[in-house]
């Protein structure tokens, strides 16, 4: 991530959500953006946070992002 524009390019995992519901993993994937507009663009948070590690993350749902992968 670029600390002065908070641009950024991070392969990222998770889960495609269609109509709400949680439909198949994802993995081998970029996300690409801004954090700024990322995180202005945080319309919804999951009450589904669950301690497996020590990174962890609620479901989030974002305005609009860019991904890309195969």
Same mark, same amino acid.
């Given at each position: 991530? #670029?600390? @002065?524009?908070? =641009? !950024?390019?991070?392969?990222? @995992?998770?889960?495609?959500?269609? /109509?709400?519901?949680?439909? !198949? *993993? %994802?993995?081998?994937?970029?996300?690409?953006? #801004?954090? /700024?507009? +990322?995180?202005?663009?945080?319309? +919804? @948070?999951? #009450? =589904?946070?669950?301690? &497996?590690?020590? %990174?962890?993350? *609620?479901?989030? /749902?974002? $305005? &609009?992002?860019?991904?890309?992968? $195969?």
């Amino acid at each position: 991530m #670029n600390l @002065v524009t908070g =641009d !950024y390019s991070q392969s990222a @995992v998770g889960f495609w959500i269609e /109509k709400g519901e949680l439909t !198949y *993993p %994802v993995e081998e994937i970029t996300i690409a953006g #801004n954090l /700024k507009e +990322m995180l202005l663009g945080i319309e +919804m @948070v999951g #009450n =589904d946070l669950t301690f &497996r590690s020590s %990174v962890i993350a *609620p479901t989030l /749902k974002i $305005h &609009r992002m860019t991904v890309a992968g $195969h």
